[in-house]
């Protein structure tokens, strides 16, 4: 099965389990970007989404986005990166590699303990393409053990290093009933030379081109972390809103 169809098939599937969750008010005033509301996914249920190479994610309207980081956890940085989600109200998703869970676990639990949603990104960001069919599953296998040990549950959400799928992997998370994270927009942001202007102005002219959706930004990249008070801003003036995805349980 193509992965096109095979993303469109999961998007009808995960359309009936999908809820809208309203979000309570916090302490930011008026003017933060806040976060909309939740869509609460039921674990298990598996799927593939982000426009970028499957369907749009079920229940995200026009004019939404919601905002995911790659990469982390890291000391300075993801904390930097949280303390300015929390100074907005906005709430992200954080794909974690495994050896970043081995060693910086408490941050990663800060990430949940601060109302974030988490999952996994690999355990050391190979090209998965380039392993065999064997070793891409051994490292499935060690990551989602890492977030095991972590947070206590097996990981609900993946999202490939480089984007770049591999239909053994396909196959493995569908099994295992784990949704797959693709983009439906990003900011570039791995280029050392970055400065939170050209971010800025990535983002924006991002947003006015896709209208919306799944964002993919860095956490554990010193420019992007120094740039998200001025990033949330951007999508806070254009008028977006922002939507977590989170899992039940």
């Known amino acids: ?12 599937i995960m359309s009936a389990v999908l809820l809208s969750m309203p979000v309570l008010a916090a302490d930011c005033g008026p003017d933060a970007l806040g976060t909309s509301r939740t869509l609460l996914l039921k674990r298990g249920t598996g799927g593939a989404f982000g426009s970028l190479q499957h369907a749009a994610l079920p229940g995200l309207a026009p004019g939404e986005v919601v905002l995911t980081f790659d990469d982390g956890p ?21 794909f974690m590699t495994g050896s970043n ?9 800060r990430v949940t303990e601060e109302g974030h949603s988490a999952g996994i990104h690999s355990y050391s960001h190979p090209q998965l393409g380039t392993l065999s069919a064997a070793a891409q599953l051994d ?61 800025a102005d990535r983002l924006s002219k991002a947003l006015d081109e896709k209208g919306g959706g799944i964002i993919l930004m860095h956490d554990a990249n010193p420019p992007t972390a120094a740039a998200i008070p001025t990033l949330l801003r951007v999508i806070k003036q254009k008028g977006y809103r922002l939507v977590h995805v989170a899992w039940e349980g």
Do not use: N
């Open 1 to 12: 099965m193509g992965l096109l169809h095979y993303g469109a098939k999961c998007a009808l």
């Open 74 to 94: 890291v000391p300075a940085l993801t904390p930097q990166v949280l303390d300015a989600l929390k100074a907005e109200c906005a709430k992200a998703t954080f």
């Open 101 to 109: 869970l081995d060693t910086h676990g408490e941050i990663a639990k």
């Open 139 to 199: 490292d499935l296998s060690h990551t989602q053990a890492a977030y095991q040990r972590v947070f206590g549950v097996p990981a609900p959400s993946y999202r490939f290093p480089f984007l770049g799928e591999t239909p053994v992997l396909m196959a493995a998370l569908a099994k295992d009933g784990v949704t797959v994270f693709s983009i439906d927009l990003g900011i570039t942001d791995w280029q050392p030379a970055d400065t939170t202007a050209i971010l």
